[in-house]
Nanobody
Framework: QVKLVESGGGSVQAGGSLRLSCSGS????????LAWFRQAPGKEREGVAC????????YYADSVKGRFVISQDSAKNMLYLQMHSLAPEDTAMYYC???????????????????WGQGTQVTVSS
C-alpha cells in the first residue's frame, strides 16, 4: 500500500521560501505520476505541480509557474516542492499525491490520483 507523508510546511512572510517534502513508500508499479495539490479554506483543490517518477518534463499550474519547482529523488522515494516568492494567496494545505495509472499531461485532476498524504499547512502572511 502506498504511503505518502508530507513535511516542511510552516508560516512564512510574503516573499519568503519554503521547501515541502513528501516521503513515499509501498510503491508497487514501475512508474507513477507524482504531484502536489493544495486546498485553501473555501476553495477547490488545485493541482500545483506534477512530475513522472521516470523523469521528463514537469508541469505547473499557471499560478505558480516561475516560483515553484517540483523535483524528486527517486533513490530515496522523495518528492519535493521548492516554493519561492510566496504570497498570501499561496496559503493552503498542501498535499502530495501519486498514481500509477495517470499522467501529468492529463491536467493534474485530483480525481485521477489514488494515493494521498495527510497534508502540510503553508501559511503566508503579508
Amino acid at each position: 500500500q502506498v504511503k505518502l507523508v508530507e513535511s516542511g510546511g510552516g508560516s512564512v512572510q510574503a516573499g519568503g521560501s519554503l521547501r515541502l517534502s513528501c516521503s513515499g513508500s509501498g510503491y508497487t508499479y514501475s512508474s507513477y505520476a507524482l504531484a502536489w495539490f493544495r486546498q485553501a479554506p473555501g476553495k477547490e483543490r488545485e493541482g500545483v505541480a506534477c512530475i513522472h517518477s521516470g523523469g521528463g518534463s514537469a508541469y505547473y499550474a499557471d499560478s505558480v509557474k516561475g516560483r515553484f519547482v517540483i523535483s524528486q529523488d527517486s533513490a530515496k522515494n522523495m518528492l519535493y516542492l521548492q516554493m519561492h516568492s510566496l504570497a498570501p494567496e499561496d496559503t493552503a494545505m498542501y498535499y502530495c499525491a501519486a498514481d500509477p495509472f495517470t499522467l501529468c499531461d492529463y491536467g493534474m485532476e485530483g480525481a485521477d490520483f489514488g494515493h494521498w498524504g495527510q497534508g502540510t499547512q503553508v501559511t503566508v502572511s503579508s
